[in-house]
């Protein structure tokens, strides 16, 4: 599957964005659907993951009560809308996706987006 990403940019503390991620593949949507992102010298990490069906959750800690992520099945994409944003939100988010059903575990992402910059400015 080929994911593309689109809804960066740069905002001010305390503003919202909606990534967006479009999978290539829709006629199998049965693999669980993530966002990850990576900030200057530091490790990527997962921001939030959602399952095949959309029922299933999970949030970093970082951004639990911030973000959300929804997905739309029938269209093959994953929406990450972010609240209240923060300077220390700056990174590079990337959209993934697992072959499972589900799953927060970074290294069972196995397809990955191209990447969208947001920037939060103080």
């Known amino acids: 599957v080929q994911l593309q990403a689109s809804g960066g940019g740069l905002v001010q503390a305390g503003g919202s964005l909606r990534l967006s991620c479009a999978a290539s593949?829709?006629?199998?949507?049965?693999?669980?659907m993530g966002w990850f992102r990576q900030a200057p010298g530091k490790d990527r990490e997962v921001v939030s993951v959602?399952?095949?069906?959309?029922?299933?959750?999970y949030y970093g800690d970082s951004v639990k009560g911030r973000f959300t992520i929804s997905r739309d099945v029938a269209k093959g994409t994953v929406h990450l809308q972010m609240n209240s944003l923060k300077p220390e939100d700056t990174a590079v988010y990337y959209c993934?996706?697992?072959?499972?059903?589900?799953?927060?575990?970074?290294?069972?992402?196995?397809?990955w987006g191209q990447g969208t910059l947001v920037t939060v400015s103080s």
């Open positions: 959602i399952s095949w069906n959309g029922g299933r959750t």
């Open positions: 993934a996706a697992t072959r499972r059903l589900y799953s927060a575990w970074e290294y069972e992402y196995n397809a």
């Open positions: 593949e829709r006629t199998q949507t049965r693999f669980g």
